[in-house]
């Protein structure tokens, strides 16, 4: 029987915390967990990420009425994956918004996905009865729109290619803070299943040149002061660089996904094994890296069945 993946055994809770990241502005992380954040306007509230379920979306909201009573009226998708989008209906929201790509990529492959990330991640979807289905966004953009919560405003943006083609970030000018979702994480593996290896950079250096205050990253401590950000963000470009270049290699001198998966392994593990996350993304992590170096420009879908394939095939 083939080994399983990490993820799966992984039933231990994390510890939540709630750091104000600028004035009226937090993070909700939960140690490499998937984050979320929360931008308190003058008279309302905008959530950026729902959680994997309405159970997991609760513990956020419990937290933001620790501070403000003020409604929830926006959530943003940050992009479509199921572990960010499924707790949505837990917020009496009057609009969700993700980019145009992000819905697009719901309607093509947002139920396998669902059936994906639940097989690979028990634990996140502990209450997931009470989801009453896919999530889809009652407001789209392309490439940029701005909302008022109140006179604060708030700017939501695609940038480029990152962990998915459609992802989003969030900007607060009068803050300098920036929700970038999972293009950059801080000391969690990036996964890149879904990703653009060789376009992530570019959109890093896109949210670098806002030159951002604070972050609040997709997985991983807040990022508060230009020391953690530009780590973070350097690190983020590291990790993909160094998931992409073995891969890439392998790939030109027509070795197996095994070979690229060893390859990988040799450069990102003295680097990066203690990550959160790191073992689980590892084996999606190179396979997308793999295709992408032989052509592959739209990530190929995954289901629960090609999970199992494929790790069958990286364990001989």
């Given at each position: 029987?083939?080994?399983?993946?990490a993820?799966?055994?992984?039933?231990t809770?994390k510890?939540?915390?709630?750091?104000?990241?600028?004035?009226?502005?937090?993070?909700?992380?939960?140690?490499?967990?998937?984050?979320?954040?929360?931008?308190?306007g003058?008279?309302s509230?905008m959530v950026?990420e729902?959680?994997?379920?309405p159970?997991?979306a609760?513990?956020v909201?419990?937290?933001?009425?620790?501070v403000t009573?003020?409604?929830i009226?926006?959530?943003?998708?940050?992009?479509?994956?199921?572990?960010?989008?499924?707790?949505?209906s837990?917020?009496?929201?009057?609009?969700?918004?993700?980019?145009d790509d992000?819905?697009?990529?719901?309607?093509?492959?947002?139920?396998?996905?669902w059936?994906?990330?639940f097989?690979?991640f028990?634990?996140?979807?502990?209450g997931?009865?009470?989801i009453?289905?896919?999530?889809?966004p009652?407001?789209?953009?392309?490439?940029?729109?701005?909302?008022?919560l109140?006179?604060?405003r708030?700017?939501?943006?695609?940038?480029?290619r990152?962990?998915?083609a459609?992802?989003?970030?969030v900007?607060?000018p009068?803050?300098?803070?920036?929700?970038?979702?999972?293009?950059?994480?801080?000391?969690?593996?990036?996964?890149?299943?879904?990703?653009?290896?060789?376009e992530?950079?570019?959109?890093?250096?896109?949210?670098?040149a806002?030159?951002?205050?604070?972050i609040?990253?997709?997985?991983g401590d807040?990022?508060v002061?230009d020391?953690?950000?530009?780590?973070?963000?350097?690190?983020?470009?590291?990790?993909?660089?160094?998931?992409y270049?073995?891969?890439?290699?392998?790939?030109?001198?027509?070795?197996?996904?095994?070979?690229?998966w060893?390859?990988?392994?040799?450069?990102c593990?003295?680097?990066?094994?203690?990550?959160?996350?790191?073992e689980?993304?590892?084996?999606?992590n190179?396979?997308?890296?793999?295709?992408?170096?032989?052509?592959?420009?739209?990530p190929?879908?995954?289901?629960?069945?090609r999970?199992?394939?494929m790790?069958?095939?990286?364990q001989?």
């Open positions: 029987m083939a080994k399983a993946f993820s799966q055994g992984d039933m809770e510890k939540t915390s709630f750091t104000e990241i600028g004035e009226g502005l937090w993070a909700f992380t939960a140690e490499g967990d998937p984050n979320s954040g929360v931008i308190i003058d008279d509230v950026i729902a959680q994997a379920t159970r997991l609760n513990k909201i419990e937290e933001i009425r620790k009573d003020k409604p009226t926006h959530l943003v998708l940050t992009h479509y994956h199921a572990v960010r989008v499924l707790g949505a837990a917020y009496p929201v009057n609009q969700i918004i993700m980019s992000a819905r697009a990529m719901v309607v093509e492959r947002g139920q396998e996905d059936d994906s990330e097989q690979r028990p634990r996140l979807f502990e997931h009865e009470s009453p289905g896919l999530t889809w009652t407001t789209t953009f392309s490439d940029s729109m701005t909302v008022y109140g006179n604060r708030v700017d939501i943006m695609h940038l480029g990152a962990h998915t459609g992802d989003a970030v900007w607060v009068d803050q300098e803070v920036m929700f970038t979702g999972d293009i950059v994480e801080y000391h969690s593996a990036c996964y890149c299943g879904d990703g653009h290896l060789t992530w950079g570019d959109t890093l250096g896109e949210i670098a806002f030159a951002p205050r604070s609040a990253p997709g997985r807040a990022l002061g020391e953690m950000v530009t780590a973070a963000i350097e690190n983020t470009r590291d990790f993909v660089e160094s998931t270049r073995p891969a890439a290699r392998v790939a030109a001198s027509g070795g197996s996904l095994k070979d690229a060893d390859a990988v392994r040799a450069e593990d003295p680097k990066f094994s203690d990550y959160a996350i790191y689980h993304c590892l084996p999606f190179v396979a997308r890296a793999y295709d992408e170096a032989r052509g592959i420009d739209t190929r879908i995954w289901t629960a069945q999970d199992l394939e790790w069958e095939q990286l001989g």
